[in-house]
């Protein structure tokens, strides 16, 4: 984890004897800052195939990809997303505000409406609107018979260990398939 050093803007002036002084301590600031922009995690899950919402049942959404090897940590390869285990959820390795985008392509239909939620530390399905732990999320009533597309973004404070996961509702009185456009992501940005 890296350690909060707070910045002090400091005037610098060119020149000898007139110079700023330049201390070991001001240079790990600088360097502190530089490791934390270096270490700003970010991920992005995607879906090979398409993902069946049953009609009327709330669906944990799983991610099976990463957008070309887009999970890291720190310059590393991370455990932001795992491909194998619980799969629907982007866990933060760092402590800090993370921005936190859903994107989901909506198949032809209808009927019913469409509904989709972030939750944080919650892979809980909430059984009516406004349960669970939201964070972010978005309404639909399709009203063309094309693909659709749905967002949901939240900005959600994380501890290290803490997660997201969004979980999707519709009820257009059969099962539809989410697209492989959908897409799950968070940056951390402070």
Do not use: C
């Not at 959820?89 to 909506?106: D, H, M, P, S, W």
């Not at 404070?157 to 803490?162: E, G, I, P, T």
Request: charged share 10%; proline share 4%.
């Amino acid at each position: 984890m890296a350690i909060i050093i707070p910045y002090v803007k400091q005037t610098w002036v060119d020149g000898p004897g007139g110079g700023t002084p330049t201390s070991a301590a001001r240079l790990g600031v600088i360097e502190e800052g530089v490791l934390d922009v270096s270490l700003s995690p970010t991920v992005r899950t995607l879906r090979s195939a398409v993902q069946t919402i049953t009609t009327g049942t709330w669906t944990l959404l799983l991610w099976n990809t990463e957008t070309g090897g887009w999970d890291q940590a720190g310059g590393a390869a991370s455990t932001m997303h795992d491909n194998s285990t619980n799969t629907g959820r982007l866990t933060a390795q760092f402590a800090g505000k993370y921005l936190v985008v859903l994107n989901l392509e909506i198949l032809s239909n209808t009927t019913g409406v469409r509904l989709g939620y972030i939750q944080k530390n919650s892979e809980a399905l909430p059984a009516t609107v406004g349960t669970g732990v939201v964070q972010g999320g978005f309404v639909i009533t399709p009203s063309t018979p094309a693909t659709n597309y749905a967002s949901a973004t939240a900005l959600v404070d994380l501890a290290v260990n803490d997660y997201v996961a969004a979980v999707y509702f519709q009820n257009s009185g059969g099962n539809l398939d989410n697209g492989v456009d959908s897409s799950f992501a968070m940056t951390r940005i402070a």
